[in-house]
């Protein structure tokens, strides 16, 4: 494991959009740290014990603002307005059709060009271990209709688990909304070393089909048989390299799952271990899917791919695990709905614990 980069709050203190933004510190009582910054809503570091309570940081992140803004654009983000692909950016609602900003072509992705993943959130720390993160999305902004004020809360609690909340309200008009955390972990504290010895459960028993272009279609497939069954733990390298044309789409995993749980209450999503540190991480949510991503476009190019402490990302040094509604629900009427009617609020949670094995 290495020593964990020491983030200077003034390497994030600068002025985006005419907004300040900053670094924030949560701690608990356990010596366990999260630093987040309000641009894009970025966790930044997660510093956690290995089984023999040495602090390690199990997330890739960067250094200062300038490199966050040159970096990845999804990492460590909260994603809004709405995450995941939509089908050639567009959709359809109440009769009126709506183009969203096409960013990576033919779809929309992650809330567009300027999604939250690039906006300055008004930043309110409430306490030691807790942070509160606000935006209003505008009425078309990025194509999307409706105002939309969101509310985040970010809380550390003496368990080591990190609990993102939101409430968000369709303020003058029927919209649709989407949210989700695009945290990259690596629970071996290496954040440059493979995660494909890491070990995870899903709880799904079906995914959703992809396109060619890595849409949802619609159908869901049964996991049994396939390199996507990870109801009993498996490695990630394990079946990576199998013949499975989502597999190649892919790169490896990149793949949504219908998580066999009840609607709207906060379950099991997932299960990590990494057995070199002991590290165990366990991800619930409120909502339906989780999308699973093996870090497979990390390439360890500068100035996007380097990190922390000059540490270069590099293809499957990271997974994602991204509780969601699904994507492209709002072109599928068969999936669970994404639309808010006027007064209508969106709920949800994320908690990501960490233990030991």
């Known amino acids: 494991m290495t020593k964990p980069a020491d983030l200077r709050r003034e390497a994030f203190r600068t002025t985006i959009d005419g907004k300040p933004v900053d670094l924030f510190t949560l701690r608990n009582r356990n010596g366990a740290v999260v630093r987040i910054t309000n641009y894009g809503a970025k966790i930044e570091q997660i510093l956690v014990p290995d089984r023999d309570g040495v602090l390690g940081d199990v997330v890739q992140g960067y250094d200062g603002i300038d490199p966050v803004v040159n970096g990845q654009p999804s990492m460590g983000s909260f994603i809004g307005r709405y995450c995941g692909r939509i089908a050639g950016g567009r959709f359809t609602l109440d009769g009126v059709e709506h183009h969203t900003t096409v960013n990576s072509p033919p779809n929309t992705l992650h809330g567009g060009t300027r999604g939250s993943r690039f906006r300055v959130f008004a930043a309110r720390q409430l306490d030691e271990s807790s942070l509160e993160l606000t935006y209003v999305f505008q009425d078309g902004e990025e194509g999307f209709p409706g105002t939309l004020p969101v509310r985040l809360v970010y809380a550390l609690d003496d368990a080591n688990a990190l609990t993102i909340a939101w409430t968000a309200v369709a303020a003058d008009k029927a919209t649709v909304a989407n949210f989700t955390d695009h945290t990259f972990f690596n629970l071996s504290g290496d954040l440059g070393s493979s995660i494909l010895d890491h070990v995870a459960t899903v709880q799904g028993n079906r995914y ?38 989502m597999l190649a789409l892919g790169k490896g995993y990149d793949l949504h799952y219908v998580v066999d749980k009840p609607t709207g209450a906060l379950g099991l999503h997932a299960r ?35 990190g922390k402490g000059g540490t270069l990302y590099t293809r499957h040094s990271a ?31 994320i908690v990501y614990g960490f233990g030991i094995a």
């Open 208 to 245: 959703l089909a992809l396109d060619a272009a890595a849409v949802p279609t619609g159908e869901t497939v049964d996991v049994a048989g396939t390199p996507f069954d990870f109801r009993s733990p498996a490695a990630f390298g394990a079946r990576i390299g199998a013949d499975h044309p």
């Open 272 to 306: 990590v271990v990494h057995s070199g540190s002991g590290r165990v991480l366990e991800v619930r949510s409120t909502e339906p899917g989780l999308q699973l991503y093996t870090g497979n476009f990390l390439e360890g190019k500068a100035p996007r791919d380097v």
């Open 319 to 349: 997974f994602c695990l991204e509780p969601s509604h699904f994507p492209n629900a709002v072109n599928l009427p068969a999936f669970p709905s994404t639309v808010l009617r006027p007064g209508q609020w969106y709920t949800g949670r």
